[in-house]
Every structure is written in structure tokens, then in C-alpha cells.
């Protein structure tokens, strides 16, 4: 199994991004993906999460109107689509899945991981 993640970049205050997870050697259809990152110097913490069934679950209320997430079965492939960023989300930027929930995502460990993307937020 692997995962690859991609989108990451330099952009202005106000800009958007587009990250990509795609996976190999399984279906991501058939798994929660969440969105992890961590700042310089702060812990990891989960910014929202694409259950089996396509909800959304926002564990970052300031992501909530600003981020959101879509599957391409056909390219097995979860997108985070990021607007109106600001220098608060700069971090790296991690893709975990795992047969499980929302909920469980943000306590145990997802099996599987991307390596991370960074994304900076600066003029």
C-alpha cells in the first residue's frame, strides 16, 4: 500500500491550494481519509475527515467554511480543497485512511499514511 500525496506549495494570504491523496494497493472508496497537520513547533491535529459514506466531519472549526474534501474513485484519489487561506495553516500536511470512523481517526493511529506536503501561507 502506498500513498502519495501532491498540491502543496508557496501561496499568498487569501489564496487557495488543492492537495491530492492517491492511493495504490488499495480503495480509498472503501475508507475514512483524514487530513492531519502540524505547524512549526505544535503537535499534530486533524483538520477534517471523508467517511465511507461521503460525510465531512470538521474536527478545525476554522476550516469549516474554508476547506473541503471530494473523492475521484475513478483516480482513487481524495482531494482537500483548501480556500481564503492564512498564515495559521501553514504546516505539513498529512493523508491517513482507515476502515473506521471519524471519530476513531483523531484517537488511534490510521494503518495508512501519506508523507506529508507543506504548505505555506506567507506574502
Known amino acids: 500500500v502506498q500513498f502519495v500525496e501532491s498540491g502543496g506549495g508557496l501561496v499568498q494570504p487569501g489564496g487557495s491550494l488543492?492537495?491530492?491523496?492517491s492511493a495504490s494497493g488499495l480503495s480509498l472508496d472503501s475508507f475514512a481519509v483524514i487530513w492531519f497537520r502540524q505547524a512549526p513547533g505544535k503537535e499534530r491535529e486533524g483538520v477534517l475527515c471523508i467517511e465511507h459514506s461521503g460525510y465531512i466531519i470538521y474536527y478545525d472549526n476554522s476550516a469549516k467554511?474554508?476547506?473541503?474534501?471530494?473523492?475521484?474513485n475513478a483516480k482513487?484519489?481524495?482531494f482537500?480543497?483548501?480556500n481564503t487561506l492564512t498564515?495559521?495553516?501553514?504546516?505539513v500536511y498529512y493523508c491517513a485512511a482507515d476502515s473506521t470512523t471519524a471519530q476513531a481517526m483523531v484517537r488511534v493511529s490510521p494503518r495508512?499514511?501519506?508523507?506529508?506536503?507543506?504548505v505555506t501561507v506567507s506574502s
Do not use: H, I, K, P
Open 18 to 21: 488543492r492537495l491530492s491523496c
Open 65 to 72: 467554511d474554508r476547506f473541503t474534501l471530494a473523492r475521484d
Open 76 to 78: 482513487n484519489t481524495v
Open 80 to 82: 482537500l480543497q483548501m
Open 87 to 91: 498564515a495559521e495553516d501553514t504546516a
Open 112 to 118: 495508512y499514511w501519506g508523507q506529508g506536503t507543506q
